[in-house]
């Protein structure tokens, strides 16, 4: 397994760490704060820096491997496998990640102000969207963006946390997606609460207050099914830090 150093500090740029592991799919280090693609969060990219000084590894993305707990550093050409048990420092790419952070955490506030299941989404960089199983649209864009706007100043603190799998089940209203569960099976779920706003499991990476996610706009509403409407938001300052 790997020891994923994102999910104690999802602030960590950087982490020294061992490969052990390498093959035509990627790199394996035994640590690492790259962040795998999952909950509709793409996977971070950023470079392994050997500690001898030898040529650094481009990573393009990153996965999860098939064995559970494994985490894939996908690079951008072949590796050799020489490079096992070479120490490394693994540097993600921050202004990438921490776009991804407030974005991911402004999905968090969109979920809240609308009060129906979630039928899909998807993390972008400084843009993201959600569906939502509603049969008709009472969704109003500058309702929305003012709302999301107010939750943004307020500056709720966003922290994660742990449930057992037996209280999630005791709790179903917990799980706001309708198409994906949490997964369970472990003994523990990650849930990310936003104090007075949200709580609901999520495993992505997330900025400490909602402050930092600046201001936001909602851009479309579309129409995506009988049942479904479609929500895309932007950070106001999408494509930057």
């Known amino acids: 397994m790997t020891e994923e150093m994102f999910r104690r500090d999802a602030y960590a740029k950087s982490c020294e760490a061992e490969v052990v592991a390498v093959d035509d799919t990627g790199v394996r280090l035994d640590r690492t704060v790259f962040y795998p693609t999952g909950g509709g969060q ?27 707990g494994e985490i894939v550093h996908v690079t951008e050409g072949p590796v050799p496998p020489t490079l096992v048990g070479t120490k490394v420092r693994a540097v993600i ?63 709720h603190a966003v922290k994660p946390r742990w449930i057992s799998d037996a209280e999630l089940k005791a709790q179903p209203e917990l799980v706001r997606t309708m198409s994906v569960k949490p997964p369970m099976g472990q003994g523990e779920v990650r849930l990310l609460e ?25 851009t479309k509403i579309e129409k995506k099914g009988k049942h479904n409407r479609r929500v895309n938001v932007a950070l106001a300052d999408a494509g930057t830090v």
């Open 42 to 68: 793409p996977g971070d990219r950023g470079v392994l820096e050997p500690l001898d000084g030898s040529e650094a590894v481009r990573i393009v993305d990153t996965k999860k491997g098939v064995e559970h």
């Open 93 to 155: 790419d921050w202004e990438r990640r921490y776009r991804l952070m407030r974005t991911h955490t402004l999905l968090h506030l969109l979920c809240s102000v609308i009060p129906a299941g979630v039928t899909g989404g998807s993390v972008r960089e400084g843009t993201g969207r959600l569906d939502f199983d509603l049969p008709e649209s009472t969704l109003d864009k500058e309702q929305l963006t003012a709302a999301l706007n107010c939750l943004v100043e307020e500056n």
């Open 194 to 218: 936003i104090e007075g706003v949200d709580l609901q499991p999520c495993g992505g990476t997330h900025v400490a207050s909602t402050g930092e996610i600046g201001p936001v706009r909602v």
